[in-house]
Nanobody, 124 residues
Framework: QVSLEESGGGLVQPGGSLRLSCSAS????????MAWFRQAPGKEREFVAA???????TTYADSVKGRFTISRGSADTVYLQMNSLNVEDTAVYYC??????????????????WGQGTQVTVSS
């Protein structure tokens, strides 16, 4: 059982930046695909970004491509750097760990472990 904990959320103005962190209770590097999803009020959970097990390949949703960057900080920590934030990015952001095959990293049903989420609010 892997426990995940997100941090770094908060209130930011449009155009601002935030960095989210996901800390795991054990090493995830080389073991799991790590991903970020988000869920806005009244909407379904949606894929944001994923990092392959070896850390060498990333996948992004079209809505965040060029603005967000997923990266690994250590064997048990993953980051999501979010730049040029807009109000549509407002959501609860979740960290997830799983073993989806390439091409299916955006499917939340294929992830085993989830954090509790951290709120990101973009507002002036």
């Amino acid at each position: 059982q892997v426990s995940l904990e997100e941090s770094g959320g908060g209130l930011v103005q449009p155009g601002g930046s935030l960095r989210l962190s996901c800390s795991a209770s054990e090493r995830t590097s080389g073991r799991y695909v790590m991903a970020w999803f988000r869920q806005a009020p009244g909407k379904e959970r949606e894929f944001v970004a994923a990092l392959r097990r070896n850390g060498g390949h990333t996948t992004y949703a079209d809505s965040v491509k060029g603005r967000f960057t997923i990266s690994r900080g250590s064997a048990d920590t993953v980051y999501l750097q979010m730049n040029s934030l807009n109000v549509e990015d407002t959501a609860v952001y979740y960290c997830a760990a799983g073993t989806p095959i390439t091409g299916a990293v955006n499917n939340p049903d294929l992830y085993y472990y989830w954090g509790q989420g951290t709120q990101v609010t973009v507002s002036s």
